[in-house]
């Protein structure tokens, strides 16, 4: 079993800035693929963009630019930070992480951790 815990989040006003975390532990030598995905009130969970194993970062269009998605190996720790937050950033922020052992599921999700951004 893998166990994800986000931290991190809360209420901003809009403009700044924030680094979520996302720290794994238990069977952390499953992991395969990190992702952050957000979902805001009345709307879909939506991809932010991952890092894969090896190191290569990718990122979902909309989230281009004031997103960045790091990892800390050695703390199995994710990150994602995010710039000149706005309103609409307003949301549940979860972590997943893909396992690649064969007990267990294929894929864990995080509890989220909410980001409120104010006018």
């Known amino acids: 079993q893998v166990h994800l815990k986000e931290s991190g989040g809360g209420l901003v006003q809009a403009g700044d800035s924030l680094r979520l975390s996302c720290a794994a532990s238990g069977d952390t030598g499953c992991i395969s693929g990190l992702n952050w995905y957000r979902q805001g009130s009345g709307k879909e969970r939506e991809m932010v963009g991952g890092i894969t194993n090896a190191g290569s970062l990718w990122y979902a269009d909309s989230f281009k630019g004031r997103f960045t998605i790091s990892r800390d190996s050695a703390n199995n720790t994710l990150y994602l930070q995010i710039n000149n937050l706005q309103p609409d950033d307003t949301a549940l922020y979860f972590c997943?992480?893909?396992?690649?052992?064969?007990?267990?599921?294929?894929?864990?999700w995080g509890q989220g951790i909410r980001v409120t951004v104010s006018s």
């Open positions: 997943k992480v893909g396992s690649s052992c064969h007990w267990g599921p294929s894929m864990y």
